[in-house]
């Protein structure tokens, strides 16, 4: 039976049905998941019971994997995961719940900001695949923006502004943001800006994009301040509730979704209760502007 994907929201988002992730995919599957990915930007794969290397070997059908280095503070020793996958859980190498002190859980409050994964890095990230293996009874919503449907809204004035815009992304400006300031000279130099596009257009449909996030704190020419409020504006415009989608959680779900085209965050949860989720991440194709204008 090949897949069949039902919409779920007016603008994107897609729910798959007819594939169990445990198996291979067959070259078809994929082909209409790609397509899938194409048309909505965020697919919902229910009842997905995985192990990790199940879930790298999916991700794996779509590209390579996209490199884990520069994406967090935890150093080797303090790593739960053996299987190499991302750890996005509030669980410490022990499997307890990570203290609300830490500098751990710090850095990861960063991710209830509105972001678009590794825009931080020259070459952005392609698609995240999430897994939710052991949920909280309460919150944790994941949400997605269409930063597709949102360009199209811009008004034409707003359209010529940000067209040939470069901003610079960084790690630093998000964890920044709130308050998590404390990086370690090591940590700077990992989190170095990189330029990105703010307007992309998909390699596929030709369809133009925003791309935001909230590691975008500099637009190279403007003053700081300016920069800020202006991408503040665009994010508010951006994630109105007519452009996005909140995911309420069941066991076992997997997410996927396109990078180029979405921004996501996390919603608060009880966070003395466990929230064990894990992501693969297919890696981008090229930079979205030259990064030797950034040295």
Avoid at 232 to 238: G, I, N, Q
Wanted: hydrophobic letters at 40%; charged letters at 25%.
């Amino acid at each position: 039976m090949p897949v069949a994907i039902r919409p779920l929201h007016p603008v994107f988002v897609g729910e798959v049905s007819a594939i169990d992730l445990r198996q291979p995919a067959r070259r078809d599957d994929v082909t209409a998941i790609e397509a899938g990915m194409d048309q909505y930007a965020v697919l919902v794969f229910r009842d997905q019971v995985i192990a990790d290397e199940q879930q790298q070997i999916f991700t794996d059908n779509f590209g390579k994997p996209n490199p884990k280095q520069g994406g967090n503070i935890t150093q080797p020793a303090q790593q739960r995961l053996t299987s190499g996958i991302g750890d996005l859980s509030n669980l410490d190498q022990n499997g307890a719940i990570i203290s609300a002190d830490d500098r751990r859980w710090f850095f990861k409050l960063g991710d209830r900001l509105w972001h678009s994964d590794s825009s931080y890095r020259a070459v952005p990230a392609k698609y995240s695949l999430l897994s939710g293996r052991v949920l909280p009874s309460w919150g944790g919503n994941t949400e997605f923006a269409d930063l597709r449907a949102a360009y199209d809204a811009l008004d034409a004035r707003t359209k010529t502004e940000v067209e040939g815009l470069v901003c610079e992304h960084s790690l630093m400006f998000s964890r920044g943001s709130i308050g998590f300031e404390e990086l370690t000279e090591a940590e700077r130099q990992s989190f170095r800006p990189v330029r990105q596009r703010l307007v992309r257009t998909h390699p596929v449909t030709r369809r133009k994009s925003l791309f935001l996030s909230s590691y975008a704190g500099t637009i190279p020419g403007w003053t700081v301040p300016e920069a800020r409020m202006f991408l503040r504006d665009l994010m508010e415009f951006a994630t109105q509730a007519r452009f996005v989608y909140s995911h309420i959680w069941r066991p076992f779900d997997l997410l996927m979704w396109d990078n180029r085209t979405t921004v996501h965050r996390a919603r608060r949860f009880d966070r003395n209760e466990t929230r064990n989720v894990r992501r693969t991440t297919v890696a981008g194709d090229e930079p979205t502007v030259a990064q030797a204008e950034a040295a």
